[in-house]
């Protein structure tokens, strides 16, 4: 059974920083692509990055929001995935959800298949 | 970026209803597009795919049709289990979600 578990939440005052954790396990995951997917209180899902696996080069990629401030890497020994966040404002504040992206007909495709529980950030002073 | 817009924004169905949830991109996506249900306190779960394929383990019920830049999830039979909010996101560019569709009850 597939499980993603975050950890590593809480309240940060603006500008500072914070690491998230997801431990993985159930299934292959130094061959998988993982995403990040985050949900401010009350409002809709956003993306905020994917890491490809170490095999297809281990590339990340950001979207606007957050990129220069947002980092995302992999420990494939430990079953691990990161966020480091950076330069926090109070607008990141939200619950991040570790997803493993899904891989169909021969590619890894930009869906988001097994989902963890979420940790909620809270960016306030 | 590609913006998607859902419609309804709320909709009130009772149990058995047939329930229709559209989908718009702002630019063509052919058929990158998922479906997922998200109930309270609770991760989204992925429901469609590829515009139409269902993922394992998904009821019948559910289905997805379209292409290009307009989409619908069909619901044929509503059970009480689908009272929750649907969310559409195309892969076509950076990943980008619908506003998101709440079902509630009638």
């Known amino acids: 059974e597939v499980q993603l578990v975050e950890s590593g939440g809480g309240l940060v005052q603006p500008g500072g920083s914070l690491r998230l954790s997801c431990a993985a396990s159930?299934?292959?995951?130094?061959?998988?692509?993982m995403s990040w997917v985050r949900q401010a209180p009350g409002k809709g899902l956003e993306w905020v990055g994917r890491i490809k696996s170490q095999t297809d080069g281990g590339t990340t990629d950001y979207p606007a929001p957050v990129k220069g401030r947002f980092t995302i890497s992999r420990d494939d020994s430990g079953k691990k995935l990161y966020l480091q966040m950076n330069s926090l404002k109070t607008e990141d504040t939200a619950v991040y959800f570790c997803t493993t992206d899904h891989f169909y007909n021969s590619g890894w495709a930009g869906y988001f298949q097994h989902w963890g529980q979420g940790t909620l950030v809270t960016v306030s002073s | 970026d590609i913006q998607m817009t859902q419609s309804p924004s709320t909709l009130s169905a009772s149990v058995g209803d047939r329930v229709t949830i559209t989908c718009r991109a702002s630019?063509?996506?052919?058929?990158?597009l998922a479906w997922y249900q998200q109930k309270p306190e609770k991760a989204p779960k992925l429901l469609i795919y590829?515009?139409?394929t269902l993922e394992s383990g998904v009821p019948s019920r559910f289905s997805g049709s379209g292409s290009g830049t307009e989409f619908t999830l069909t619901i044929s039979s509503l059970q009480p289990d689908d009272f929750a909010t649907y969310y559409c996101q195309q892969y076509q560019g950076y990943r980008t979600f619908g506003q998101g569709t709440k079902v509630e009850i009638k």
């Open positions: 590829k515009a139409s």
């Open positions: 159930g299934f292959a995951f130094s061959s998988t692509w």
């Open positions: 630019q063509s996506i052919n058929s990158w």
